[in-house]
């Protein structure tokens, strides 16, 4: 028995193909919505995930930052208490300053200067006299410079020659002078002591 389809074929093999491709073309969004889905919370994820290592990177920076900030407070507490221990023992050393200036200056007076006023102002002490010559005074600027540690820098103010009366008859001539110089403490007459021995030291060795 012979069978004959009398049905359009051809339309129903068209509609056929339509609906698979429709269903091929949903099937494909779904997928892709699926896949754009999944990237999309990866990077949420990923996002999430950095921005709590920030946060984490944060907190850290700012307990550095007091950190460093109490550091800070803490050096200049110590460099505040290291200078007032140096005023302190610059005040304790600068109380024989005055035995060290007296001392020295009978050391180092030439013969024939006489000292008629002396007066300090900190560090710098003025001095007035007499000498029986211009010679005597250079020999004492000799001294103060060369020979003692304690005194440093003199400078020759002035300089008058005049007569003193020594009698009724004799007349003597002076030249009257006005200088100032410096009184060193005790610490830089240590730290000039040290140096001069290390130079020596290197020296002897050189040799």
Excluded at 127 to 132: D, E, F, H, L
Aim: hydrophobic share 40%; no cysteine; proline share 2%.
């Amino acid at each position: 028995m012979i069978l004959i389809n009398l049905l359009p074929h051809r339309e129903a093999a068209r509609k056929h193909r339509r609906e698979m491709f429709q269903a091929t073309m949903f099937a494909s969004f779904l997928v892709g919505l699926l896949i754009a889905g999944g990237i999309y919370s990866w990077f949420q994820m990923q996002i999430g995930e950095q921005q709590t290592k920030n946060d984490f990177l944060q907190g850290e920076i700012k307990v550095l930052e007091n950190q460093i900030k109490e550091i800070a407070t803490i050096e200049e507490e110590i460099a505040a208490l290291t200078a007032r221990q140096k005023a302190v023992e610059d005040l304790q050393a600068d109380r024989n300053l005055p035995v060290h200036l007296l001392t020295e200056l009978v050391k180092q007076l030439p013969d024939g200067v006489y000292v008629t006023n002396l007066k300090q102002e900190g560090r710098t002490v003025t001095m007035q006299g007499m000498a029986q010559s211009n010679e005597r005074i250079s020999e004492m600027l000799r001294n103060l410079s060369n020979n003692t540690p304690w005194l440093a820098k003199p400078e020759l103010v002035e300089i008058v020659s005049g007569n003193v009366a020594l009698g009724a008859r004799d007349q003597r001539r002076v030249a009257a002078f006005k200088m100032n110089f410096q009184l060193m403490r005790a610490s830089e007459v240590e730290k000039t002591a040290t140096g001069q021995g290390t130079g020596t030291g290197t020296a002897q060795t050189g040799k």
